[in-house]
């Protein structure tokens, strides 16, 4: 049963700093991999989506890395600012197409 | 773009009351989830439909049943509400399941509350 884990659970970091979140997985048959941003009580906010054949994905101040052998992608955010602040969740798609969350990681950056 | 839409995006429901929720997959879309996401939870999966079919299913409780239509657009049917049921209701869809094309667009889900 694919199990998702992201750490930390928690990130309070000050405004500027560049940031790595970690998601593991332990199945590595998956078919992508996409990283979301959540805002208390809102929706999911896609912000990259990597294909199980990619290695990474960026988008603006955003870099995910995707390492299917050791069952593990990351998300650096470079010079975090405090509009960065929320929830981030990775999602795998694997099996029969449904998404398995992780367990998120609550970023606040401060001002 | 047009987005995935859901209605409705609020829901006050009491308790062992009947709710559904409806889902409109982005145009040309076939595939649907449905997925539940509890207060300071990450969401889970509840079930997915392709081409009008279920596809899989997840922890959905018996109460609970979906359908997709032949438009494309699908219904969550709740029945006899429970407190834990309080949730926040999310659908997804996808141009085709499975391989390169399976990134998922979420609505902004619908937030069910029983009081």
């Known amino acids: 049963k694919q199990e998702v884990t992201q750490i930390p659970a928690a990130l309070s970091v000050p405004e500027g700093e560049n940031l790595v979140l970690n998601c593991s997985f332990t199945d590595s048959a998956i078919y992508n991999l996409q990283w979301f941003r959540q805002d208390p009580g809102k929706g999911l906010t896609s912000l990259l989506l990597?294909?199980?054949?990619?290695r990474e994905q960026t988008s603006g101040r955003l870099n995910a890395s995707l390492d299917k052998s050791s069952g593990r992608s990351t998300l650096y955010i470079a010079a975090s600012q405090p509009g960065d602040s929320a929830t981030y969740l990775c999602?795998?798609?694997?099996?029969?197409?449904?998404?398995?969350f992780g367990t998120g990681t609550r970023l606040k950056v401060l001002a | 773009a047009a987005g995935v839409i859901q209605s409705p995006r609020h829901l006050i429901k009491e308790k062992r009351e009947t709710a559904t929720l409806k889902c409109y997959p982005i145009?040309?879309?076939?595939?649907v989830y449905w997925y539940q996401q509890g207060p300071g939870q990450d969401p889970q999966f509840l079930i997915s439909?392709?081409?009008?079919?279920?596809?899989d299913k997840g922890s959905i409780p018996d109460r609970f049943s979906a359908q997709q239509f032949s438009d494309y657009h699908s219904e969550l049917n709740m029945s006899s509400l429970e407190l834990g049921d309080s949730a926040l209701y999310f659908c997804?869809?996808?141009?085709?399941?499975?391989?390169?094309?399976?990134?998922?667009?979420f609505g902004p889900g619908t937030r069910l509350t029983v009081l």
């Open positions: 439909f392709y081409e009008k079919m279920q596809s």
């Open positions: 145009p040309r879309h076939d595939t």
């Open positions: 990597i294909q199980s054949s990619q």
């Open positions: 999602a795998l798609g694997s099996g029969t197409y449904k998404y398995i």
């Open positions: 997804a869809s996808s141009p085709r399941a499975g391989g390169l094309y399976n990134e998922q667009f």
